[in-house]
């Protein structure tokens, strides 16, 4: 069975620090996605980044950066000089892939993290 | 381009009662997915389609809830009958399954059963 691990409920920092959101995930398959998504408080899920089990590449996205690491099992996201915008819960997720085909998301329980000034 | 469309953004309803909600997917997506948000059980996976045929059920709580998809364009998820515990919000995603995997969700229906 799948299961992702965010050990963080809550984060609190001010404006300017960076944070970052730890993500654990267990699988036995060797191919599978790994995926972050921003949940503001309007409450839309919105996709910020996909990641397949066989590219270990760190990712830089502007203020965004994620660090994948199989060894340890382990997809975070890290957020430079925060703004309040970044005020949201962070969803980790990672998603079986069967004869190359999408499958369901299983999804961590999330971090709030709370920016303020 | 429009992104996956819900509707009712919001519904309250007695228990008892029939819901349905509906869903939109983005276009050339062919891979449909139903989940709900509780406080509870956080995210979890209800339906999910792939090209129109219903492809895992095991996350439908029970007999009260079924979803359909009769066309590329068109799903819904019906209560029958709703009870209080069935409050929650309910997310419609689509992907376009090969190559991309990312699920792109709606803006979800807030349901209220009292």
């Known amino acids: 069975a799948q299961k992702v691990t965010q050990a963080q409920t809550e984060i609190s920092v001010v404006e300017k620090e960076d944070v970052t959101l730890d993500c654990v995930y267990e699988t036995r398959d060797t191919t599978y996605y790994l995926f972050w998504y921003k949940q503001p408080p309007s409450g839309e899920l919105v996709f910020l980044i996909r990641r397949n089990s066989f590219d270990e590449q760190n990712e830089i996205s502007g203020r965004y950066s994620w660090n994948f690491q199989k060894s340890t099992s382990s997809f975070n996201f890290t957020i430079t000089a925060s703004q309040v915008v970044d005020s949201a819960v962070y969803f980790c997720?990672?998603?079986?892939?069967?004869?190359?085909?999408?499958?369901?998301?299983?999804f961590g329980t999330g971090t709030r993290l709370q920016v303020t000034l | 381009d429009a992104g996956v469309i819900q509707s009712p953004r919001h519904e309250v309803t007695e228990m008892g009662q029939e819901v349905t909600l509906r869903c939109k997917p983005i276009s050339g997506h062919d891979y449909l997915f139903w989940y709900r948000q509780t406080m509870m059980r956080g995210l979890e996976l209800l339906i999910y389609f792939n090209n129109n045929v219903p492809i895992d059920d095991s996350g439908m709580p029970e007999d009260r809830f079924s979803a359909k998809m009769p066309n590329a364009s068109f799903s819904t998820l019906k209560i029958q009958p709703s009870e209080p515990r069935d409050s929650a919000v309910y997310f419609c995603?689509?992907?376009?399954?090969?190559?991309?995997?990312?699920?792109?969700f709606g803006p979800g229906t807030r349901l209220t059963v009292t």
């Open positions: 997720a990672l998603s079986e892939v069967r004869t190359g085909t999408a499958s369901k998301l299983t």
């Open positions: 995603a689509s992907s376009p399954g090969t190559t991309t995997y990312e699920q792109y």
